[in-house]
């Protein structure tokens, strides 16, 4: 599985961007779906996930009201739907597959990582 996420720039605090993830190689549909971020200097950290049905998902706290992951599974493609960016928010975003069923939120339990879009968040 090749993901590839795009969508991000540069957007003033307040604001709001769309980030996707396209899958290709294999079907991705029958697995749940995260997205990651990465500052720099720091760890890659859970944002969201979305289980293969789109009935449960999950978000980190600080995203929390903020952010929302979706996705479309006849594409092969997850959204992030961002909006009141914050200047904390800036990282690089990657999404990855479930390869546990749980929507957990270690780095470890993913797999076929994409190569990241970067969102900075001006203030």
């Known amino acids: 599985v090749q993901l590839q996420a795009f969508g991000g720039g540069l957007v003033q605090a307040g604001g709001s961007l769309r980030l996707s993830c396209a899958a290709s190689?294999?079907?991705?549909?029958?697995?749940?779906m995260a997205w990651f971020r990465q500052a720099p200097g720091k760890e890659r950290i859970f944002v969201a996930g979305?289980?293969?049905?789109?009935?449960?998902?999950k978000y980190a706290d600080s995203v929390k009201d903020r952010f929302t992951i979706s996705r479309d599974n006849a594409k092969e493609m997850a959204f992030l739907q961002m909006n009141s960016l914050k200047p904390e928010d800036t990282a690089a975003y990657y999404c990855?597959?479930?390869?546990?069923?749980?929507?957990?939120?270690?780095?470890?339990?993913?797999?076929?990582w994409g190569q990241g879009t970067q969102v900075t968040v001006s203030s």
């Open positions: 190689g294999r079907t991705v549909s029958r697995y749940g």
């Open positions: 979305i289980n293969y049905s789109s009935a449960v998902t």
């Open positions: 990855a597959v479930d390869r546990t069923g749980l929507l957990g939120q270690a780095a470890p339990d993913y797999l076929y």
